[in-house]
């Protein structure tokens, strides 16, 4: 069965510095991998995603996340945090050729960005 | 265009009653989810629909759970008997086509907050 494991509940960034969200899985074969951001009171919103070729994803409000096939991770990153930037977020993941499956989520990593 | 729309956002009942949420999925959208949120918790998912058929309803807690769609639109999840642990934030989430194989992209609604008194 599929997993996947954000093993910080909260991550404390200054603004200005760059931010790091962790993210592992566990996929029997090669894995479809998304990022969500949720704000409070709010649903979740697609930040991006990994399907094939370039690790490196860029997706929205700046973030990026680098696909690691040997360590199985796709970590969140971005270089430079803004308050704004506060908020849970969530990574995801999907295996191959199931169909249009639900994901599973991780539990969620609260992000706090100080000015 | 319009987003994935829910309702009520709110909802507080007694428990032992029934209450039904709603969701609106983005126009085209062929898959529909409903997922939950409970406190401290991740994301859990309750059922998927692909058209008006839920090929997985692995998910749901309980048989006082169930839900459907019509018209390869909206969806309703009915909670029977409500229980105060059924107390949580449902999201449903549409996708856009069959056969994506796991990668295309669901989004999601604001989610219905449950509160079971």
């Known amino acids: 069965a599929q997993s996947v494991a954000q093993p910080e509940d909260q991550v404390n960034v200054a603004e200005g510095n760059p931010l790091t969200v962790k993210c592992t899985y566990s996929?029997?074969?090669?894995?479809?991998l998304f990022w969500y951001v949720q704000y409070p009171n709010r649903g979740l919103q697609f930040l991006l995603k990994?399907?094939?070729?370039?690790?490196l994803v860029k997706g929205s409000y700046g973030f990026e996340a680098e696909f690691n096939k040997s360590q199985t991770s796709f970590h969140l990153k971005k270089p430079s945090a803004l308050v704004s930037d506060s908020a849970l977020y969530f990574c995801?993941?999907?295996?191959?050729?199931?169909?249009?499956?639900?994901?599973?989520f991780g539990k969620g990593t609260r992000l706090s960005v100080i000015a | 265009g319009a987003g994935v729309s829910q309702s009520p956002s709110n909802k507080v009942t007694e428990k032992g009653k029934d209450v039904e949420l709603r969701c609106d999925p983005i126009?085209?959208?062929?898959?529909l989810y409903w997922y939950r949120q409970s406190l401290g918790q991740g994301l859990e998912f309750l059922i998927y629909?692909?058209?008006?058929?839920?090929?997985?309803k692995s998910g749901l807690p309980s048989d006082r759970f169930s839900a459907e769609r019509t018209g390869g639109s909206v969806s309703t999840l009915t909670i029977q008997r409500t229980q105060q642990e059924d107390s949580a934030v449902y999201l449903c989430?549409?996708?856009?086509?069959?056969?994506?194989?796991?990668?295309?992209?669901?989004?999601f609604g604001p989610g219905t907050r449950l509160l079971v008194l």
């Open positions: 990994y399907i094939t070729g370039d690790n």
């Open positions: 995801a993941v999907s295996p191959r050729n199931s169909g249009n499956t639900p994901l599973v």
């Open positions: 989430a549409s996708s856009l086509k069959a056969g994506g194989q796991g990668k295309e992209t669901q989004y």
């Open positions: 126009s085209g959208h062929t898959a």
């Open positions: 629909f692909q058209g008006n058929s839920a090929p997985d």
């Open positions: 996929v029997s074969g090669n894995p479809y």
